[in-house]
């Protein structure tokens, strides 16, 4: 018991804003709480084998993230392929739906980032420790050279024939083009983020836990929709950089700032306006 009480004081959930849900919400004190803020740096979260799952679960979700999405647009990539015929729509849902998934088979363990850019605007909301973004980063970036590689792996030719998923910005757009439509895309995922488990919902409505993978991999469909024709949609710098990597190509690079600085803008717009201006209304529970 004392290694389980342990786990839950430091764990990942330790400066979460959930609430009771179902009949525990209903049988408990609704009013809303104000959480206390996470710490710059935690260094008892170090000795913790919660902070550590917590890792290895991002990376595993950015792994099977870059892995179904990478193989989904080889495959419309491939005039050969039947998945060819699903188009733009069919690597969008392929983004959206494999966020809807990972972040409700997450979300418990590390809080289902999936996503530097989420950890970022998360850490600026004091959701968790500089520590834990940190580490978040580094292991969805592996993820997601791991998973970008095992896909060039199954079509070495077909990978490095059609860019091997990589980000750039298109034909007919500019620079600023495509870092815009970076920053924007990334503030209506973080906003999505933010607005789905935000403590004072949950309070008031418990079910809105249970649903909020699926808002979320709706806002991730929704952007690639919106911008696919113009960068590719990276709005996650992790899953630009593990397609940069393993194709390799100065064609590849040229443009991978954009997916960098767009996303990163992008999530501290988002932070900033939940902090100043949704997190400002007044809570009023239902009865």
Not at 253 to 277: K, N, R
């Amino acid at each position: 018991m004392e290694g389980k009480e342990e786990d839950v004081r430091l764990g990942a959930n330790r400066f979460s804003e959930r609430q009771p849900i179902g009949t525990a919400a209903q049988s408990q004190d609704k009013d809303y709480k104000e959480p206390p803020p996470a710490p710059l740096f935690e260094p008892g979260e170090l000795k913790s084998w919660s902070f550590y799952r917590a890792g290895i679960a991002e990376f595993m979700a950015t792994f099977l993230f870059l892995y179904i999405t990478l193989l989904t647009v080889m495959g419309v990539k491939n005039s050969n392929s039947q998945c060819s015929t699903v188009g733009i729509q069919g690597i969008a849902w392929a983004f959206g739906g494999m966020i809807f998934a990972l972040v409700y088979c997450t979300a418990g363990i590390s809080g289902g980032h999936i996503n530097p850019a989420v950890t970022f605007g998360l850490f600026l909301a004091r959701k968790l420790s500089l520590t834990r973004a940190v580490f978040y980063m580094v292991m969805q970036c592996l993820g997601a050279i791991c998973g970008a590689g095992v896909v060039k792996g199954f079509k070495k030719g077909l990978y490095d024939s059609q860019g091997g998923g990589a980000n750039v910005v298109n034909p007919g757009y500019t620079k600023g083009d495509g870092l815009g439509a970076e920053i924007v895309g990334t503030f209506v995922l973080v906003y999505t983020v933010f607005s789905a488990t935000d403590a004072k919902r949950n309070a008031r409505d418990s079910h809105v836990p249970l649903l909020a993978p699926l808002p979320i991999g709706f806002a991730v469909f929704l952007v690639h929709l919106a911008t696919i024709p113009i960068t590719g949609t990276g709005i996650n710098p992790a899953r630009s950089l593990g397609a940069a990597i393993i194709y390799n190509k100065h064609h590849a690079w040229s443009d991978h700032w954009i997916f960098w600085v767009g996303p990163f803008i992008g999530a501290a717009l988002a932070a900033t306006y939940h902090q100043i201006v949704i997190r400002a209304i007044p809570f009023k529970s239902r009865p």
